[in-house]
C-alpha cells in the first residue's frame, strides 16, 4: 500500500493562493490521488480527484507531477471558511471486493485574517 | 445530494458490551465504509463491503465485524467494547468506478466513548 505524508498543519493569510503537498514515494501504477476536506464536527467531504498532471474544478487545483510520488492540492484566494483539515488519500478500486487505499493524516489549514 | 446518515452522532457505552453503529444511505451506491478517525492517526478502514452480504477487512478490522442485509444500510459491531475502541466512527459510502476511485461520500460520524 502506499503510504502518505502530508504537514501537520499550516497558515495562511486571507486572499493568498495555498499549496499543500502530499508525498507518496510508493504509489502503485493505477492508484489515484482524492483529496478531501473536513470541518469540525462533520464527515470529510470530496475536493478534486486526479491521476496524473493537472486536474482543476471551481474550489481547487490538483497537481501531479510525472513520476508522481507526491501531489499538490492548491487552493487559490483562500478565505476564513477555507480553514479546515485537508486530507490526501491514494488508493484504487480494481474490482468486487478489491480495495486498496490509504488516507494521509490530515493537514490543518488555518486561515488568518 | 448524496445522504449518508448514521444513527448517532453522540454514543457511551461501558466496557464488555455489544454495540451496533448504523449508517444508511439514499443514492443506491453499492460501497459501503467504516473508518475510524483518532488524532494524529488520520482516517483508518475498518470493514467495506461492495455489495449486499458481501464484506472485505480494512487495516484495523479485529474486534469489529459489520452487517449488510440491505443495500442501503451498513451496520458495525463492536462484539465486545473496549475502552481502546473510543473513537470518532465515519461511515461513507460510493459507486463502484471501477479502475478509478469514486469519490466517498461520508456521514458526519459518531463520537463513540466506552467507560
Known amino acids: 500500500l502506499a503510504k502518505t505524508t502530508q504537514p501537520i498543519s499550516m497558515d495562511s493569510y486571507e486572499g493568498q493562493e495555498v499549496n499543500i503537498t502530499c508525498s507518496h514515494n510508493?504509489?502503485?501504477?493505477?492508484?489515484?490521488i482524492t483529496w478531501y476536506q473536513q470541518f469540525p464536527s462533520q464527515g470529510p467531504r470530496f475536493i478534486i480527484q486526479?491521476?496524473?498532471t493537472k486536474v482543476t474544478n471551481e474550489v481547487a487545483s490538483l497537481f501531479i507531477p510525472a513520476d508522481r510520488k507526491s501531489s499538490t492540492l492548491s487552493l487559490p484566494r483562500v478565505s476564513l471558511s477555507d480553514t479546515a483539515v485537508y486530507y490526501c488519500?491514494?488508493?484504487?478500486?480494481?474490482?468486487?471486493?478489491?480495495?486498496?487505499?490509504?488516507f494521509g493524516k490530515g493537514t490543518k489549514l488555518s486561515v488568518i485574517p | 445530494d448524496v445522504k449518508v446518515t448514521q444513527s448517532s452522532r453522540y454514543l457511551v457505552k461501558r466496557t464488555g458490551e455489544k454495540v451496533f453503529l448504523e449508517c444508511v444511505q439514499d443514492?443506491?451506491?453499492?460501497?459501503m465504509f467504516w473508518y475510524r478517525q483518532d488524532p494524529g492517526l488520520g482516517l483508518r478502514l475498518i470493514y467495506f463491503?461492495?455489495?449486499?452480504?458481501?464484506?472485505e477487512k480494512g487495516d484495523i478490522p479485529e474486534g469489529y465485524s459489520v452487517s449488510r442485509e440491505k443495500k442501503e444500510r451498513f451496520s458495525l459491531i463492536l462484539e465486545s467494547a473496549s475502552t481502546n475502541q473510543t473513537s470518532m466512527y465515519l461511515c461513507?459510502?460510493?459507486?463502484?468506478?471501477?479502475?478509478?476511485?469514486?469519490?466517498?461520500?461520508f456521514g458526519d460520524g459518531t463520537r463513540l466513548s466506552i467507560l
Open positions: 461513507a459510502s460510493s459507486s463502484p468506478g471501477q479502475g478509478g476511485f469514486q469519490p466517498q461520500h
Open positions: 510508493n504509489i502503485a501504477t493505477n492508484d489515484y
Open positions: 486526479g491521476y496524473k
Open positions: 488519500l491514494v488508493g484504487l478500486y480494481s474490482g468486487a471486493g478489491s480495495y486498496q487505499l490509504t
Open positions: 443514492m443506491d451506491h453499492e460501497n
Open positions: 463491503s461492495y455489495d449486499v452480504k458481501m464484506k
